[in-house]
């Protein structure tokens, strides 16, 4: 299984981006995906995270301005940021709990490599 983020960049204050996370290989079923990030010296923070059949939830510094959806037919995690500030800078990650196809009763988590997102002010 693998799990690829893109999308990241330099962008002004007030701009947008969006991420994206792929899930790929061996997969009986996707339960949960999620987008954390991680700024120099903090510690990794849930942003977003979109369970199988509920509504998305997100960190109340993002709310009202980052918006996930979730393609299941592509295993693919989106990640829209708008109105994003310097605050927002860190390496963004992708999570993604699921079942393999060679374990299907077994839920295993995967991580991606990250993305780097850089708001200039």
């Known amino acids: 299984v693998q799990v690829v983020e893109s999308g990241g960049g330099l962008v002004q204050a007030g701009g947008s981006l969006k991420l994206s996370c792929a899930a790929s290989?061996?997969?009986?079923?996707?339960?949960?995906m999620a987008w954390y990030r991680q700024a120099p010296g903090k510690q990794r923070e849930l942003v977003a995270s979109m369970t199988s059949g509920r509504s998305p939830t997100y960190a109340d510094s993002v709310k009202d301005r980052f918006t996930a959806s979730r393609d299941n037919a592509e295993n693919t995690l989106y990640l829209q940021m708008n109105s994003l500030t310097p605050e927002d800078t860190a390496v963004y990650y992708c999570n993604v709990m699921l079942n393999p196809s060679w374990a299907p009763t077994i839920e295993y988590s995967y991580w991606g490599q990250g993305t780097q997102v850089t708001v200039s002010s």
């Open positions: 290989g061996t997969i009986s079923s996707i339960n949960t």
